[in-house]
C-alpha cells in the first residue's frame, strides 16, 4: 500500500504526457488524497500545471493512520494547487494533519435529481413485496463496521418493542454479514431484519420511495450521497452526527440527527415512524444541491487558483 500512489504515477506518466501533448490541459482534478491525489501531484509537478485535490474521507480518516502513508499524504496536500473537502468537520481534519494549509475549501456532492425523485409508496411497496400497511426502515450501506449496521441491529431490536410490524432493510454487502445476522438472532429481531444484499444504484430510488424513513449509523463519513439521494425521493433520514451529515440535516424537517448509539439510533427511529413528514419540503430542499451547482463551485475554485492556466471553453 505504501507504494501505490508512486506505482500510479509510474504507470499512467507516459500516458499523460501523450495527452497532454494532444490536448494541452490545463489543470488537473484528482479525488481522494492517496493515492491518486499523490500520483496527480507528481505528474503536475513533471508537466508544469496546477493540480485540485478532493478529499473524500477515508483518506483523511484513515490512511493517515499509517506511518508510512502520513507523510505522503501530508507531501500531496502542501503541493496541491487547491485543496477541496466535502464537508466542514474534513476540513479540520485535513487543517489538523497539515495545519499550515491554508487553501481548502468545503464542496459537498450533489445528487442527480433524474435518477432520485419519489415513487409512489403502494406501488414501490408492491414491487419490493413489502407489507402495504406496516413501518419500513431502509439502511443503504455497506456491511462494514464503519457504517454502524450493528448499531442499527441494536436498534431495530428495540424498535420491536414499540413497533413489532416493522422492517428494517439492510441494502448493501459486506464482511460483517454472517456476523450481523448472528447478531440479530442473539436479540430477538432477526425476524424484522431483511438482508437484501447490493442494489444497482438506479434501484435504490425504489428502496428510498417505499420506505417510511432511511437510516445511516456510520461511526465515520465524509460526505454521504444516500442521505440526499434519500431526501430527494421525499424520505426523511435517521442518521448518526459524523461528517457532513449535520450539514445536510440542519432542518428538522428533513430528519433527526443522533449519537452513534443503539439506544438513540432506536428513540430516534421510533420518533421519525409516528411523526408526519412532507415529502415535498424534503425533496425540494435536495433538488437545491445539484451536480451543475457542484461543478459550477469546482469551476471557480480552478479559476482562483490556476488563473494563468485556465482557459473558458
Known sequence: ?????????AGCSGYVRRLHQQHSFNCIDAHYVFPDGLAAVLLGRSLGIPVVLSARGSDIHTF??????RPQIRWALRNAAGVVAVSDSLARAIHELEPALKNVQVIGNGVDAQRFYREDRSLARERLGLSPGGKVVVS?????????PD????AASLLKNSLPHCKVLFVGAGP???????????????DICQFVGPVANQQLRTYFSA???SCLTSREEGWPNVILESLACGTPVVATCVGAVPQLLTDPALGIVVEPSPEAIGAALSRALQ???????????????TWENVAHKFEELIKNVAPLFYTPQ
Open 151 to 154: 448499531l442499527l441491529v441494536g
Open 140 to 148: 443503504v450501506a455497506a456491511l462494514r463496521r464503519v457504517k454502524g
Open 176 to 190: 460483517e454479514l454472517a456476523p450481523l445476522q448472528e447478531l440479530a438472532k442473539q436479540l430477538s429481531c432477526a
Open 64 to 69: 493517515p493512520r499509517f506511518r508510512t502513508i
Open 211 to 213: 420506505a417510511d424513513v
Open 275 to 289: 411523526q408526519e413528514w412532507n415529502p415535498q419540503v424534503i425533496s425540494s430542499y435536495a433538488k437545491s444541491h
Open 1 to 9: 500500500m505504501p507504494l501505490h500512489g508512486l506505482l500510479m504515477y
